[in-house]
């Protein structure tokens, strides 16, 4: 039987990680169904507004390579979710998908380091 996370519990990296793949399950499990769909890409949007936010700050530590790589994809998101909306093709929700598990996994190999 698992547990619950407690994610109070991790590190900040590891919430940034877990936030990605709570958005990527959810979009993943809305296929087919619009409101559900509505609801995922705009978490995920809000989600992804936020990490260019943070990655826009003055006091930001990323490296300037890194801050321009996820300003672009919260621009792909972004772009892409306003201008499909619910329309979304299957093959674009599998690619925000992938986005999110792929960045998690890197903020988690980065969490681990530190």
Partial sequence: MSQAIQIESLKIGEQDAFGLVEAAITLDQSRGDKARLAAALEQNL???????????DADSTLPDPVKANLKRLSD????TTLKKGVEISD???TTLVNVNLQISEGLLES???S
């Fill in 46 to 56: 809000q989600l992804w507004v936020a990490i260019r936010t943070l990655v826009s």
């Fill in 111 to 113: 969490a681990n380091r």
């Fill in 76 to 79: 792909f998101v972004a772009d």
């Fill in 91 to 93: 093959n674009t929700i």
